[in-house]
């Protein structure tokens, strides 16, 4: 929980509610149909990092593309490879599965993490992200 309330405040700089935080990672380690989360470990068996994906189905292409729905590595594990290592294993379980390509979303703001995608093979979409409030 901590790491994705780090992820939140460093994405977009705002703070979530701990329920609401438990209540959303909980939701998707229960049901695989939600996200599939992989918690990146040291030597010493302390976390240092999560990724979670998510599956959209494409009627067009009759498969899966993985979405990066979430990623964190603690500040003094990062420059390290271990997000290139958290991605690649994405990606393995996607082939695995059958699945299309990855795909994800990131902030504008956020130069690092471009920079560790593009390092990762991602390259910009024809696609342009956009919501609705609800």
Known sequence: MAFAAAEAQEAE????????????????????TVAV??????????????ISALRE??????????WIQSMYIVPEYRGKGLAL???????????????????????????????????AGFSESKYKVMSRAL
């Open 13 to 32: 700089g705002i703070e979530k509610a701990p329920a609401t935080l438990r209540r959303g990672i909980e939701t998707a380690l229960h049901d695989e």
């Open 37 to 50: 989360y992989w918690v990146l470990v040291v030597d010493d068996d302390q976390p240092v990092g999560t």
């Open 57 to 66: 189905w494409s009627n067009w292409n009759a498969g899966y593309y993985w």
């Open 85 to 119: 290592q958290l991605l690649d294993t994405v990606g393995d379980e996607a082939r695995r599965r059958g699945g299309l390509e990855l795909r994800l979303c990131v902030h504008e703001g956020n130069v690092r993490a471009m920079k560790t995608y593009d390092a």
